[in-house]
Antibody, heavy 120, light 110 residues
Framework: EVQVLESGGGLVQPGGSLRLSCAAS????????INWVRQAPGKGLEWVST????????YYADSVKGRFTISRDNSKNTVYLQVNSLRAEDTAVYYC??????????????WGQGTTVTVS | QYVLTQPPSASGTPGQRVTISCSGS????????VYWYQQLPGTAPKLLIY???QRPSGVPDRFSGSKSGTSASLAISGLRSEDEADYYC???????????FGGGTKLTVL
């Protein structure tokens, strides 16, 4: 079964850091880009970051650029999102999602259940 | 706010056909594929339509997508109670080198 599973969320004080993980299984991991999308309480979806299948290309939303870093370890089928200098407005459920291709596309066909980050 | 514009709400009765619009610009919808997602209450989003009008396996053919210029639409025919959910459009945004979502449309089945 194709799936992704997030972990690493939690309660953190403003200015703090967390490392979110996304463990994947059931597909050729290095062939697909992986995305992070977040959803603040009661709000819509917000794209956060994407890393290409090879890991050589990364993309960030302006709202997180310079504070968040996405990386991947293709030997472990895992993507990481290092989130630093957290602000109250970063409070959200963070979803990991597999892309339909190896690069940025907007087409996210496999989603995890999400991990909650609360900044307070 | 959101780069892609969707109506905040839509409604219909069982069996009816409803459409949800998504308006963008030349730098997103106008030059890239459009994707649609369904988010049932308390669950993760699900890909409903990819590359403007393609359905992933398992998505009923009651759902269809279209695109014209800088706008796109999601149509749901034969509306069912289980279609009650939030629907989001998305596309790549050339000026940001990223992905943009619409604000979402809450569909109510009356």
């Amino acid at each position: 079964e194709v799936q992704v599973l997030e972990s690493g969320g939690g309660l953190v004080q403003p200015g703090g850091s967390l490392r979110l993980s996304c463990a994947a299984s059931g597909f050729t991991f290095s062939s697909y880009a992986i995305n992070w999308v977040r959803q603040a309480p009661g709000k819509g979806l917000e794209w956060v970051s994407t890393i290409s299948g090879s890991g050589g290309i990364t993309y960030y939303a302006d709202s997180v650029k310079g504070r968040f870093t996405i990386s991947r370890d293709n030997s472990k089928n895992t993507v990481y999102l290092q989130v630093n200098s957290l602000r109250a407005e970063d409070t959200a459920v963070y979803y990991c999602a597999k892309d339909i291709v190896g690069a940025l596309s907007g087409g996210l066909d496999v989603w995890g259940q999400g991990t909650t980050v609360t900044v307070s | 706010q959101y780069v892609l514009t969707q109506p905040p709400s839509a409604s219909g009765t069982p069996g009816q056909r409803v459409t949800i619009s998504c308006s963008g610009s030349s730098s997103n919808i106008g030059s890239n594929y459009v994707y649609w997602y369904q988010q049932l209450p308390g669950t993760a989003p699900k890909l409903l339509i990819y590359r403007n009008n393609q359905r992933p396996s398992g998505v009923p053919d009651r759902f269809s997508g279209s695109k014209s210029g800088t706008s796109a639409s999601l149509a749901i025919s034969g509306l069912r109670s289980e279609d009650e959910a939030d629907y989001y459009c998305a596309a790549c945004e050339d000026s940001l080198s990223g992905v943009v979502f619409g604000g979402g449309t809450k569909l109510t089945v009356l």
